[in-house]
């Protein structure tokens, strides 16, 4: 079994940068890529970024372009996301997943079979 653990966000201000990470516990090699995806208050939630297995390649969403990095460290088994330059439009809960499946790269909610709980990363101006 495979459990996804977040941590980081918090409350910051416009401007700021934050960082959130996840650990992939339990069966760490069943999970391929992984990416970062956020929900706000009553909004869907949207994929932030993404990162294929080895970490060579990624995939950003237009609004991170520029100003987030999404990275993983396989022999800690971690994911980090670096966020800078933070707006209020940033606020949401910040979920960080994994694909089982041997994609390379996915941005697709579906295609993500492991979900953790979430953090809250709140942007105030």
């Known amino acids: 079994q495979v459990q996804l653990v977040a941590s980081g966000g918090g409350w910051v201000q416009a401007g700021d940068s934050v960082n959130v990470s996840c650990l992939v516990v339990?069966?760490?090699?069943?999970?391929?890529?992984m990416g970062w995806f956020r929900q706000a208050p009553g909004k869907e939630r949207e994929i932030v970024a993404a990162?294929?297995?080895?970490?060579?390649?990624?995939w950003y969403a237009d609004f991170a372009k520029g100003r987030f990095a999404i990275s993983r460290d396989n022999a800690k088994m971690a994911l980090y996301l670096q966020m800078n330059s933070l707006t209020p439009d940033d606020t949401a809960v910040y979920f960080c997943?994994?694909?089982?499946?041997?994609?390379?790269?996915?941005?697709?909610?579906?295609?993500?079979?492991?979900w953790g709980q979430g953090t809250q990363v709140i942007v105030s101006s």
């Open positions: 997943a994994g694909d089982g499946q041997k994609r390379v790269l996915t941005s697709t909610v579906s295609d993500y079979d492991y």
């Open positions: 990162i294929s297995w080895s970490g060579s390649t990624t």
């Open positions: 339990g069966r760490p090699f069943t999970v391929f890529a």
